[in-house]
């Protein structure tokens, strides 16, 4: 198990949704958006969940947002409403085909979706946000 792996692996999935096709996946919160619809996931928090007399298992969680730019069109904000469900299920769907994410952690689970407006660069786009929790039992050993 590795954590480059995990990394690697949600990004592979996300890069696989097909409905929204995203323009590009990013590792880590932009602060700007080129193109939409664009995905992006980054470590929210990392938790102790249990220790033995080995090691710690832990649960790390990530933030997965898709961000779709503003538009003054209803006919076009209809559409993006209707890409924002799709993406919703097409992450959700990539990420349980492999809850292990390639065999680096030991289960994985997306959260409720949520979703939203948020301004970046002073542009304003709808967003869908998606927690997703990874386990990795005995991530790191306790050293005696």
Not at 16 to 29: I, L, M, R
Not at 73 to 88: F, G
Not at 106 to 114: L, M, Y
Request: hydrophobic fraction near 45%; aromatic fraction near 10%; include cysteine.
């Amino acid at each position: 198990m590795s954590r480059a792996g995990v990394i690697t692996a949600i990004d592979t999935a996300l890069s696989s949704v097909s409905s929204p096709t995203f323009t590009a996946v990013y590792v880590g919160e932009p602060l700007a958006i080129a193109g939409t619809p664009t995905a992006a996931f980054w470590l929210t928090s990392h938790t102790d969940d249990f220790e033995t007399l080995g090691d710690v298992s832990t649960i790390a969680l990530f933030t997965i947002r898709c961000f779709w730019r503003m538009q003054t069109s209803q006919d076009v904000r209809e559409t993006i409403e209707d890409e924002m469900w799709d993406a919703i299920v097409g992450i959700k769907t990539a990420l349980r085909a492999d809850s292990a994410l390639g065999g680096n952690a030991t289960d994985s689970r997306p959260g409720d979706a949520a979703t939203g407006y948020i301004e970046l660069s002073g542009v304003a786009f709808r967003q869908v946000t998606i927690p997703f929790a990874v386990d990795i039992y005995g991530e790191y050993p306790i050293a005696p």
